[in-house]
């Protein structure tokens, strides 16, 4: 039985994502998105609602779980007996952030991290543009599952 946790800050989930998790199952037996918090960051969504948009929006994927991570990645995924992180790239912005997180996991965990390149016709997919064009009213219906299309249109409107 082999194990990939995908780990991110999912805020909110893309389809980008969705299909990063899709593939890495194609190649694990159990795939863990783990929701977890990047310390430079503030959210849009709190931590509840970042791991229900996620559970949401790959709840039609056999194999697939999600959880909220308090500590660190390395930690969880050794706990978890994962046998890789797995992490979408979309390009050389993604790659030079990802080269010093996947280092130090395998140097806190033993534990390598795979890169999935992204979908190109969901390269230009960012969490960030979503909330972007959602808080001007924008249309995201193809850029995130319908679940997420949902929770934003309704959090902007309470905004
Ligand atoms: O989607 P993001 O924001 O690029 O994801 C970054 C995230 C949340 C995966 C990263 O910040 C993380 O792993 N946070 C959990 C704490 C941790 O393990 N920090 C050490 C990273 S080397």
Same mark, same amino acid.
């Given at each position: 039985?082999?194990?990939?946790?995908?780990? /991110?800050?999912?805020?909110?989930?893309?389809?980008?994502?969705?299909?990063?998790?899709?593939?890495?199952?194609?190649?694990?037996?159990?795939?863990?998105?783990?929701?977890?918090?990047?310390?430079?960051?503030?959210?849009?969504?709190?931590?509840?609602?970042?791991?229900?948009?996620?559970? #949401?929006?790959?709840?039609?994927?056999? /194999?697939?779980?999600?959880?909220?991570?308090?500590?660190?990645?390395?930690?969880?995924?050794? %706990?978890?007996?994962?046998?890789?992180?797995?992490?979408?790239?979309?390009?050389?912005?993604?790659?030079?952030? %990802?080269?010093?997180?996947?280092?130090?996991?395998?140097?806190?965990? #033993?534990? %390598?991290?795979?890169?999935?390149?992204?979908?190109?016709?969901?390269?230009?997919?960012? $969490?960030?543009?979503?909330?972007?064009?959602?808080?001007?009213?924008?249309?995201?219906?193809?850029?995130?599952?319908?679940?997420?299309?949902?929770?934003?249109?309704?959090?902007? %409107? $309470?905004?």
């Amino acid at each position: 039985m082999t194990i990939a946790v995908c780990p /991110g800050s999912f805020d909110p989930i893309t389809s980008g994502h969705v299909d990063v998790v899709r593939r890495a199952r194609g190649m694990f037996d159990e795939v863990i998105v783990a929701v977890a918090r990047n310390a430079h960051k503030k959210y849009f969504f709190s931590d509840d609602e970042r791991l229900s948009l996620a559970q #949401g929006a790959v709840s039609d994927i056999p /194999g697939v779980s999600v959880e909220f991570v308090d500590g660190l990645i390395a930690d969880f995924a050794a %706990e978890r007996g994962a046998a890789a992180i797995v992490k979408g790239l979309r390009g050389a912005a993604d790659y030079d952030a %990802e080269q010093a997180m996947s280092l130090l996991n395998r140097h806190l965990s #033993g534990i %390598e991290t795979i890169f999935i390149m992204g979908d190109p016709a969901l390269g230009h997919v960012a $969490s960030s543009f979503v909330k972007d064009i959602a808080s001007h009213g924008g249309p995201i219906a193809d850029l995130v599952p319908h679940n997420v299309a949902l929770a934003l249109k309704k959090k902007v %409107e $309470s905004q």
